[in-house]
């Protein structure tokens, strides 16, 4: 026979079991939502050293916010791709910390973190002996998709980077570099990561299919919301592309802008790039006169 003070036992501790589950859940809606809340992309004091001992970045503080693209402008030699290789761990950091949705990247699976992080390079991103639908499929197949459902995505890439579905099966030499870099945009999306690195993936393309690939990928940006961190050493496309400007000068990061900021900034190295900007606007329309 179960008694009344059974019961009531059962009752309270069910009770109490369910107080304890829905504060479980509220607390880990609310370490989501700060998860969510904070910067996509973390640099904490981050300074990295060759092996040979020179400094290459030094402390390095940066929050890359969901769904911008920032842009790392800086001259050659200025630390941008080494900034973008301790993103996805191609690099370590000396000391400091990166931390990526919220997480210590050095803590993560490597290859679960490369996973979440699309990286697009000039040229040399794709494997010349694979067609370009192999290329675009290397990390869906490397995650074990069923061919058929690899297809269907390089299909969809390809329209949605500007390409024919019938060059799926060209090689990387049978492209033009503007297409090969449409190839690179596809790819990085493969398995649609939320983060994009861009590491001046249009820098070696005619002025034409440069224009032509950073207003398609303007847009493409207004339709899938990646966050972006965009290298390049031209203020025209830093400007036109970029929700903030990370100024970068000798391993360090001078400033970070707004490009209307940017384009009236006091800082004497911002300054200097758009009088060096301005100046080649200049030449060009006095040169009509
Ligand atoms: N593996 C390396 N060996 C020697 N020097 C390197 C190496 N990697 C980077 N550096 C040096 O570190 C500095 C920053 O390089 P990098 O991040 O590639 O600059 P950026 O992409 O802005 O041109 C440069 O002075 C470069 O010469
Ligand atoms: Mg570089």
Request: hydrophobic share 40%; charged share 20%.
């Amino acid at each position: 026979m179960t008694s009344y003070a059974q019961v009531k036992r059962v009752a309270l501790g069910q009770a109490r079991s369910m107080q304890r589950s829905a504060l479980n859940l509220i607390c880990l809606a609310t370490m989501e939502r700060d998860a969510t809340n904070g910067p996509a992309i973390e640099f904490r004091d981050v300074t990295y050293d060759l092996p040979n001992g020179q400094r290459v970045l030094a402390s390095l503080n940066l929050g890359v916010q969901r769904g911008e693209i920032l842009v790392l402008l800086g001259r050659s030699g200025s630390g941008k791709t080494t900034t973008l290789k301790l993103i996805n761990r191609l690099l370590s950091p000396t000391s400091g910390e990166i931390r990526v949705e919220g997480k210590a990247a050095s803590a993560e699976d490597v290859v679960r973190l490369r996973r979440r992080i699309g990286y697009v390079i000039q040229e040399i991103g794709l494997f010349p002996h694979y067609t370009v639908e192999r290329n675009i499929g290397l990390v869906p197949s490397i995650e074990g998709w069923p061919q058929e459902k690899i297809h269907t995505r390089a299909t969809e890439l390809l329209q949605m980077v500007g390409l024919d579905a019938q060059l799926a099966l060209r090689y990387p030499h049978q492209l033009s570099g503007g297409q090969r870099q449409r190839v690179g945009v596809a790819r990085a999306l493969a398995a649609d990561p939320q983060i994009l690195l861009m590491d001046e993936p249009f820098g070696a393309l005619d002025p034409l299919t440069r224009d032509e690939l950073q207003r398609e990928f303007l847009s493409l940006q207004r339709r899938l919301h990646k966050t972006v961190v965009f290298v390049t050493h031209d203020l025209n496309e830093a400007l036109r592309l970029g929700s903030r400007i990370a100024l970068m000068e000798a391993g360090t990061l001078v400033t970070v802008l707004s490009p209307a900021d940017f384009l009236r900034s006091n800082n004497p190295l911002a300054a200097a790039y758009v009088r060096a900007f301005g100046s080649g606007l200049d030449s060009a329309a006095n040169r009509g006169a």
